[in-house]
């Protein structure tokens, strides 16, 4: 356990930029998935297109080609961006392509009738996603975007291949010096596994909270206490 106890400092830092890693480019996904999602379902042909095309090549790119390509591409056009923010990057370009698909997919499941209706008392295009389609759709949402953080945790541990010093990268250099890989790589399974369930729970904790049942009964015992 040496290996471990000696390198506290080194992988609490890596666990660190894991976990900053993983928060920026899950947070900067949904942003960019959503308004994506928006230009695919918008009536203005050219965004449907320029997002289709879009969501077709990141999704269906490697994660390590990207990063690679990011990380050694952008210097040769002229652009200069620290590593860590080339992971964050990565992980944007990449999430935000399943984010799109998977808010689209949310939206389809509302009845046109509510969009129709939100349409007659005059929302428009924006009013009506934003009061009645999208506040419906989450609901369908959270576990397959609790799947997509999931994945950008585990799409993070590829950042170490462009030397973010994020805890796969230190603990292959800790590998390096103890040659104890079983030992370490298990140690850091465990703390991915533990990330991953953290927001699992946190995704089943919300849609527990936005269950139709407990929404109706939570209306319910307002309109109860209000009489």
Known sequence: MDAITDNIPALLHGIGTTCLLTILGYAFSLVFGTLLAVCRVSPIPPLRWAATVYVEIFRNMPMLSLLVLLAFGMPDAGLLLPLFWTGVLALVLSGSAFVCETVRSGINTVPIGHAEAARSIGLGFFGVLRFVVLPQAFRTMVQPLV???????????????????????????????????????????????????????????LERRLSPTRLLNRHLTRIGAGA
């Open 147 to 205: 799947n997509i953080f999931i994945g950008t945790v585990i799409g993070s541990s590829l950042c170490a291949a462009v030397a973010v010093p994020e805890l796969t990268y230190q603990t292959q250099a800790i590998n390096n010096q103890y040659a104890q890989a079983v030992l370490m790589f298990l140690f850091v399974g465990a703390v991915y596994l533990c990330l991953a369930f953290a927001g699992g729970l946190v995704g089943w904790l």
